[in-house]
């Protein structure tokens, strides 16, 4: 594979973060695997003494497993909308954070749908999904959601880096001989060929078109197995349009944290830059206000109705007593702040927009918690068993310690995923590709033209 | 000055201590369960398992007797039915007791045995003495239960007069060839549901021994419209249980069976459009992604050799 200037420059300042692994991440890997094996010892216990070591019971059926589900899963869904419409558009700015994207894509539905088997009882009766499946069930719709979507998701990623993978393989690095070898396979025999090149591009578009529909699609169904059912606070038409901007709002957020650890970690000022924070901000503050907007539309339409159901969860959600205080959290932190940090000059820098981002995300997983439990804790039957853990749901140490694993793991990923591949794209950059100025060793060759900006 | 220090410090010290003992949960300490029905006999002992026999008879009205036995232990704290024991069943008079038979308790720790009048021994004044009897095992204690009851008899008659219902309920002891009227028993009336038996009255038998008790005609029955209807006796000092029943066409038709139902959560197939779109949208998607994975093994296959492209690039 021949580089050009570019290429040939961001790969030479990559180089290192693949070839060593570094000891400060082998300290990170460690402190992650720490909080994993803490769950794996909770899972251990949740399997050997069953479900009732979580606070999960006859009426809230649901807890923290699928509020991380959920959380997660529109992680990923965001991400491949992100990715797929960055690629499409061809945003000259966008190059250099469309890896972040897919790794963000598939990272978290590799987690995310983990939280879904710790809350099945019976995984040995996993594969009657398969074999009894019923069409008209809006679970059945999830899993093939979730499944066709995670193909997708290697696709997405996989073929974004055949090129990078050539380079790799031709860069002669000081690494073991698997994974140049590994590196050698992932290629596929990529040289650069005008017909390789054909075939890359066309299936590279073709799962971008295909991606950015399915992400809404999957979304929607993931909304519909709340919508679907006749429950307050769940049984509603915006549902589905409000967990696809919710996806996209909260992956946008986890997408600026990344740019700022991996920029911090790996010093990549140069390909993430201030304009890259201010354009993802901007993002951010459209979908903040949209999804502020879908929220309130929820809650009013749910208060104005008053129905007797309905009543008692706004009621809940709107009382200090019970959850008022978090939902003045995830509507503050979750909508207000992140949109007054982008929209003030003076804090649309990236350590506040990150700041805001970081919280607008937990407000986010707040959200999904208000979502699921205050319905689940008001049936519309009485409660036949009023012990008070049957009727009001509080999470126990296993599931806060299954929670923080997933998010280990997340991190852990994303740790050992830059190990492997270069954060910033190499392969396909160009001038056109830096909203700002380009790596400062080549200034001369980049000052005589114009800036590019985005449409 | 310094025992006044140590006064305050322990004044102190109490002070917080209460604080604390305020905080902690009453229900720790409330560890026996007030609910409880204390039991000498259900009570666990070192090892083995001390069972109950719940003994209860049911006089009916074709003159069978129903011997009821049902068995139940505390294991662990919990109240257990205890299922597959064999429970023995005894009428026991002046002069022998004469087994009537056996039954095996089932899931719910219930053992029946109905008995017919010609099985039973004749007692002159009337009452009868049963007694069911577990023999133990390994693991249980024996238990009994006794019970006597004096012979009764319950005869229920529906009476319909115009669109008035009703039913004429009798309630007798059967004598040396002479049977003599009871009075004032208060006799309740039901109609059996679908799990238990729902009660719609209830009467006192007059010197004839007889009560009359209206019936609402607008109770749903089977989908031929049949009720059955109960005159029921409980645990009468003299008589225990005694039943008696009769089925009548006075209910509204429902049918049991599910309605054909054009669309419902339970239905076994899906809607035909919901199946072609499903079918539909996963062939798009995978469909895709198959072209993709087909491209790349073209794109594996046209590697060209590496002179060629060092000279092409």
Known sequence: ?455 | MKQELIKNSIRHILKYAMLILLCIPVNLFAQTDSTATKEADTKEEAGLIAPALDFIIVQKSDSTIDLKAAMRAKIKGSLMRLPLLKITFFQVSDTAEKNLGFVITDNNGKAVLTVKKDALTNVKDGSLLFKASFAGNKQMESADGEMTVKRGLLQITPVKEDSLLTVKVKFITPGNGMDSAMKDVTIGIFVKRFFSALKIGEGTTDENGEVTVEIPGNLPGDDKGNLILMAKIDENETFGNLEASVTQPWGLPVSASLEKQPRALWSAHPPIWMLITFIVMMVIVWGHFIIIVYELFRLRKEEPHLEETITNT
Not at chain 1, 10 to 22: L, T
Not at chain 1, 233 to 246: E, R
Request: charged share 15%.
């Open chain 1, 1 to 455: 594979m021949e580089l050009n200037t570019y290429e040939q420059e961001v790969f030479n300042y990559q180089r290192s973060n693949i070839e060593k692994f570094g000891k400060r991440n082998m300290i990170w890997s460690l402190f992650f695997l720490i909080f994993i094996m803490i769950g794996l010892y909770a899972l251990y216990l949740q399997i050997a003494k069953g479900h009732g070591v979580t606070g999960m019971r006859d009426n809230v059926v649901w807890g923290l497993f699928i509020v991380n589900f959920i959380f997660f899963i529109g992680l990923s869904y965001a991400g491949a909308i992100i990715g797929g419409v960055l690629h499409l558009l061809k945003v000259p700015w966008g190059k250099p954070i469309v890896r972040l994207a897919q790794m963000m894509t598939l990272i978290s539905v590799i987690v995310g749908p983990i939280f879904i088997l710790l809350c099945v009882g019976r995984f040995d009766r996993l594969h009657h999904l398969f074999i009894y499946p019923r069409i008209q069930s809006p679970m059945t719709w999830d899993v093939m959601a979730v499944l066709t979507f995670f193909a997708g998701a290697v696709l997405f990623l996989y073929l974004a880096l055949i090129k990078d993978f050539a380079v790799y393989r031709d860069a002669k690095m000081n690494i073991p001989a698997w994974k140049q070898k590994l590196y050698k396979i992932l290629a596929i025999g990529y040289r650069g060929a005008a017909s390789q090149k054909r075939h890359l591009i066309i299936s590279q578009n073709l799962l971008a078109i295909i991606m950015v529909p399915l992400s809404i699609i999957v979304a929607s169904i993931l909304s519909w197995i709340f919508g679907m059912t006749l429950r307050p606070g769940w049984h509603s038409t915006i549902f589905g349009p409000y967990f696809v901007l919710g996806a996209l709002y909260s992956g946008c957020g986890v997408l600026i944290v990344a740019m700022w650890v991996y920029r911090k970690m790996y010093k990549l000022e140069h390909y993430f830059t201030d304009k890259h924070f201010s354009y993802l901000g901007y993002g951010m503050m459209v979908l903040g206000a949209g999804y502020g907007y879908f929220t309130f539309s929820e809650y009013f339409t749910g208060w104005f109705g008053s129905a007797k159901w309905d009543n008692e969860v706004i009621n809940k959600l709107f009382s200090f007593h019970e959850y008022g205080g978090w939902t003045l959290f995830a509507n503050l932190a979750g909508i207000v702040i992140p949109i007054l940090i982008v929209a003030i000059p003076a804090t649309r820098k990236p350590n506040w927009i990150t700041l805001s981002a970081f919280i607008m995300v937990i407000a986010l997983w707040v959200k999904r918690y208000l979502i699921i439990v205050p319905t689940l804790e008001t049936p519309a039957l009485p409660m036949q068993d009023t012990r008070m853990e049957f009727v009001k749901y509080s999470a126990t140490w296993p599931e806060w310690a299954l929670t923080i694993a997933g998010i280990a793991s997340f991190l852990l990923f994303f740790t050992l995923i830059s190990k492997f591949v270069t954060v910033v794209p190499v392969s396909g950059l160009e001038e056109v590709n830096f909203p700002h100025e380009p790596h400062h060793h080549h200034h001369d060759v980049a000052t005589n033209k114009d800036e590019i900006k985005p449409a």
